[in-house]
């Protein structure tokens, strides 16, 4: 498609700022163990409020992707660095500090390791549960390129949440994520519930010349493939190399795409311009005892 863009940000886009003493401390914590997070390494303008509230969203597997998504603002390369073995431990440590009762888990995609990665999911997982038991595990998974056996490995461990974003529309994904596929991510979040029981989460960003059809037809393909919470936003882009905004969607569009993916069946829905995936990710928590 040929794309316009959307001009100057509106008024409801200006980002809030909302540092303090909290948020030196995740910073100088998360510094202090080498990690990497998706809050720093994709730009998201929550930075600010989120690590001010003592939380952050961990990025495994370093901070180099293999793909190419035109929206992501992670460092790209066919053959990042091997992982750091010490980084499971790592970030178990540095999660036992933080007053959490939820954390997120992400990963950069590394289509370069046989297992994409599973392994050092698994390690992950295993540390922060054995040094804090208490705490619910939200794992934001790549598609492992759809290997059954490396997804099997991380559902197994039962996370508390398995999420995966569709991200986009099926009519974008060849521009905007030409590596993946809509329907390799759909049967994942089915196999999560399917086959694992699991409680299930996807998102997707709105903004980059999807239609409002779309976004339904989307939610209900979500609903049909046993996902139980979504997260809509809106798309900004990281920097002119990256895909442009096709159009900022107002607060009122986002309440209305609130309004159906309520109707579809969602147990819990987040839908607003600076919602992200694991945006107050525990509030989402609260629902997964009374989910099926
Ligand atoms: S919304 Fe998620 S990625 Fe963004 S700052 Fe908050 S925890 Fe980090």
Redesign the pocket.
Known sequence: MERKGAGKKPEWLKIRMASGASFASTRRLLDHHSLN???RS?L????Q???SRG???FLLLGNICTRTCRFCAVGKAAQPPAPDPLEPQNIALAVESMRLKHV?LTSVTRDDLPDGGAEHWVKTIRAIRSSKPSLSIECLIPDFQGNESALDMVMAEAPEVLNHNIETVPSLYSEVRPQASYNRSLELLQRAKKHFGLSTKSGLMVGMGETAVEVETALGDLIRHGCDMVTIGQYLQPSAAHLPVERYITPEEFEAYRGVAEASGFHHVQSGP?V??????EAFTNNIETLP
């Open positions: 997070t998706v809050c994709a998201c303008p929550n930075l409020e989120c690590w939380t952050a969203t997120v600076f992200r995936s694991s945006y107050h990710a």
